[in-house]
């Protein structure tokens, strides 16, 4: 089966994919783009990191939600079997803790739904005849010797430290699928998500984006963990969409990288939002982080010649956009002053 390029073409309700982590950051920007397609929209999540969006998305019409922990031995006959009566064409495969916060506090789960969810989601693939659509990220590239990442960069991960429970986690992810696509003919994508933002956040989420946004408005010293010239290529959601669903509708496995081609020290950042928001940046200097990648950038050269597809959006664009999604949730404008 093929997975439309032109999703408007298709009459609404005629074709069904699904998505695990619907509910999530990415899962609700996915999941509206593709009802807004016409197309129904099975999900499958537990809840444990719904989007604040999420609400409004279980009311749309054409979304349907399936709620269980993929890592159970019970869900996996229940998504195989849903995936197959119901014709998913594409089986999305997002769900997993991805802000440091979730995956620390959490790691077992994040081994669990990264290897066992990882098979229910492609078994169910296979079940249905469908595409997986594997969401990997950048962290395989651990705290890469090389700049930007290419595709065929094998990375540089600790395979035992704290964060080893989402880096190595999408590694074995990654291998796999790509082992059931050569034993079992499963018709499989690999994307590498790079720092996506962007509305639908939370702003508990821990990561960078939110905590400079939430520390602004409450107007308190922004946390930056190490000297902040630690780079990150950040990605605004609506481009990161637009990848999947391209990569979809290829006939690339990948492994192939989703995020915007520019690079910016953390300090940058937190020093863009502060201007957006007309605050004075404070920052309280915190210990880096474990493991803490110092360079993250994409190269995108195999996305732009394989999928025609390129991150858009502009960073002050795309961060004006996110806080007005923050500010208009916080219900007030930002305080911080000096």
Known sequence: MTFGSDLGD??????????????GFVGTTLSNRLLSSGYRVIGVDDR????????????????????????????????????????????????CPA???????????????SSIGTKTA??????????LVLASTSEVYGDPLESPQREEYWGNVNPTGPRAVYDEGKRY????????GRAEGLDYRIARLFNSYGPGMRRSD???????????????????????????????????VSGLIALAASTTPGPIN??????????????????LMDATLRIESLPARTDDPMRRRPDTTLS???????????LVDGLAKTLAYFTGEAGRRPVSRA
């Open 10 to 23: 298709f009459p609404p309700g005629s074709r069904a994919v699904m998505i695990t982590g619907a509910l």
């Open 48 to 95: 444990s990191s719904a989007s604040p969006l999420a609400q409004a998305l279980e009311l749309r019409d054409g979304f349907s939600l399936l709620e269980c922990d993929l890592a159970l031995p019970a869900s996996a006959e229940a998504v195989g079997d849903i995936a197959r009566e119901q014709h998913v064409e594409v089986v999305f495969h997002l769900a």
């Open 99 to 113: 802000s440091p916060i979730d995956y620390l506090s959490r790691p077992i789960q994040t081994l669990e739904v």
């Open 122 to 131: 492609a078994t169910a693939a296979l079940a249905a005849d469908a595409v």
């Open 173 to 180: 992810a990654e291998a796999l699928v790509s082992a059931l």
């Open 206 to 240: 821990g990561r960078l984006i939110p905590a400079i946004v939430d520390a602004l408005i409450a107007g308190t010293p922004v946390p930056i963990h190490g000297d902040g010239s630690q780079t990150r290529s950040l990605c605004f959601i609506d481009d990161t």
């Open 258 to 275: 989703i995020g915007r081609d520019e690079e910016h020290t953390v300090l940058e950042i937190a020093q863009a939002v502060a201007t």
């Open 304 to 314: 732009q010649q394989a999928l025609g597809w390129r991150a858009e959006t502009p």
